[in-house]
């Protein structure tokens, strides 16, 4: 008998071994039935031990072995080796849903909301078809969107709802609303002046958007009636606070209408931003070069990965123990809600390298990349507000009766103006007013319709964006808003949508082809 016939071959090895592997794999299986998780654990343990000395690339079934163990972490409550193993299971394969699952369920139960949605949206999308995956996707989105909104909308007569995979969420009426009543007023997560060299004289905050007209700016007839109104309301030329760090700059130094708005400026980006009149600053150069194009989303988007910074730094501090994974992912939650992809913009680079000198090295290029600017700018294309705050003198003659307004209209001097419409839509009222930008969480969970029944608008002399109804509007009704003008043609809404905000519009407006 020779030797080779005695002794195993490699492969026979390999089979023997393997199968010390599935039985320590089986053995796991059977704990995890009986709940005895801590012999669970072991058995799982000793089947990925074993195939470690094997040499055997972990991938085949080291996935699963990782997966089955963080189900027993989790049984346990052991929330970060569960998400630990979750994670080496999809690192394993990417492709395997149920590390994902796993994954989503140690994410929520560590209170790490975003990341745990995240997850669950991976599984869906490798397993569209799948009802479970379909049905745990659907769980904790309405879960994640309770949680995130509820506070927002705690003191209006709506609330943020999940609807479905296909649709999301939205938003919708705790009450019955008449045609032309403010459903609900919002101010924005973060909003920025337009930059326009026309309206360069007017004073503005630079947190509120709140605009200032001088006395000495007032025509007659309305002398009289204003200074009444200046005074009642405390404006003067010595209302404005200015950052005591910029306050020389004349180009980027920041004025603000109340401390209050200065003290939250400072706490949420303009720490960070501000030049502290140093006259080589490069946001000096990169504003120079958006007035000259008149481009405001590279000086917007520079504002917000400067918040994103600042709340890296804020959570930090607060609680030094957090993976930086998970501060990162908390930092950006507020504007990862906006749907976006990449868009590329002017002066992208430029914004980037203005925000990485100013930080001063490379630990914030998590947050600080042309991959977070390029999804930014896709989200201000599509989901942000603009923003037309009127003046004072418009809710000075809007707090008039009917007759007051036309009163002071007859006493103008432009005999063409014959009412007070008339009178806000003419120039000299338009040139009051400045335009803006913003970010707004509620407003953007509005979904689209054709046949829209309310409007947005802005109503008040700051950054809030007022939602109006414009028709009656049942309690339970979904609220919805036209993304794009609803009055042109069937095929020429669905190319604009598709375009823009890639979906197909199947409203009632559309479904008939009106």
Request: aromatic share 10%; proline share 4%; net charge neutral.
């Amino acid at each position: 008998m020779t030797l080779d016939r005695v002794l195993p071959t490699k492969s026979q090895l390999r089979e023997l071994e393997m199968e010390v592997v599935t039985k320590h794999k089986e053995q796991g299986n059977e704990f995890i039935k009986q709940q005895n998780y801590d012999q669970a654990i072991q058995a799982y343990t000793d089947a990925i031990t074993a195939l470690s000395e094997l040499g055997i690339p972990a991938e085949n079934p080291g996935h699963l072995l990782y997966s089955n163990r963080s189900l027993a972490y989790f049984k346990k409550q052991l929330w970060r080796e569960s998400l630990k193993d979750a994670k080496t299971s999809v690192e394993l394969s990417p492709i395997w849903v149920k590390g994902w699952i796993r994954a989503g369920e140690a994410y929520w139960a560590l209170e790490r909301y975003k990341e745990s949605v995240n997850a669950f949206s991976k599984a869906l999308e490798l397993e569209p078809e799948n009802e479970n995956v379909i049905s745990l996707y659907a769980k904790y989105n309405k879960l994640y969107i309770e949680r995130y909104f509820k506070p927002l909308t705690r003191n209006m007569d709506i609330e943020v709802r999940y609807i479905n995979r296909v649709r999301g969420r939205g938003v919708f009426a705790l009450r019955d609303f008449f045609e032309k009543e403010i459903v609900y007023l919002e101010r924005p997560l973060l909003s920025i002046r337009n930059v326009d060299m026309s309206k360069e004289a007017i004073q503005t905050c630079a947190y509120t958007l709140k605009s200032i007209i001088p006395p000495e700016d007032w025509q007659a007839p309305w002398d009289d009636a204003v200074k009444s109104y200046m005074e009642k309301h405390n404006i003067s030329k010595d209302t404005w606070k200015y950052c005591p760090h910029c306050k020389d700059d004349a180009l980027c130094g920041e004025k603000y209408f109340s401390e209050q708005a200065q003290n939250k400026a400072w706490e949420e980006y303009h720490q960070i931003l501000c030049t502290k009149n140093n006259p080589d600053h490069p946001i000096i150069s990169l504003t120079l070069k958006c007035r000259a194009m008149e481009k405001t989303n590279p000086l917007f988007i520079l504002r917000i990965m400067a918040t994103m910074v600042q709340r890296v730094k804020d959570f930090t501090a607060a609680d030094p123990s957090k993976e930086r994974q998970q501060v990162v992912a908390e930092a950006m939650e507020p504007f990862s809600m906006f749907i976006s992809n990449q868009e590329p913009g002017p002066l992208e680079e430029e914004a980037v390298e203005c925000l990485r000198w100013i930080v001063g090295d490379n630990s914030f290029d998590d947050v600080v990349n042309l991959h977070t600017y390029r999804e930014l700018n896709g989200a201000i294309l599509r989901n942000a507000q603009e923003l037309f705050p009127v003046s004072d003198l418009h809710v000075y003659l809007n707090s008039l009766a009917p007759s007051r307004q036309q009163e002071f209209v007859d006493r103008w001097p432009e005999t063409e103006i014959k009412s007070p419409l008339d009178f806000v839509e003419s120039k000299y009222m338009t040139d009051k007013c400045i335009k803006g930008t913003g970010m707004f969480l509620i407003a953007n969970s509005t979904n689209h319709s054709c046949s829209p029944n309310v409007a947005s608008t802005s109503s008040t002399n700051n950054y809030h964006v007022t939602m109006i109804a414009k028709k009656n509007i049942k309690k339970g009704e979904e609220l919805t808003i036209s993304y794009i003008n609803e009055q042109m043609s069937f095929s020429d809404r669905q190319e604009k949508l598709k375009q823009m905000y890639l979906f197909e519009c199947k409203c009632e407006k559309c479904k008939y082809r009106w």
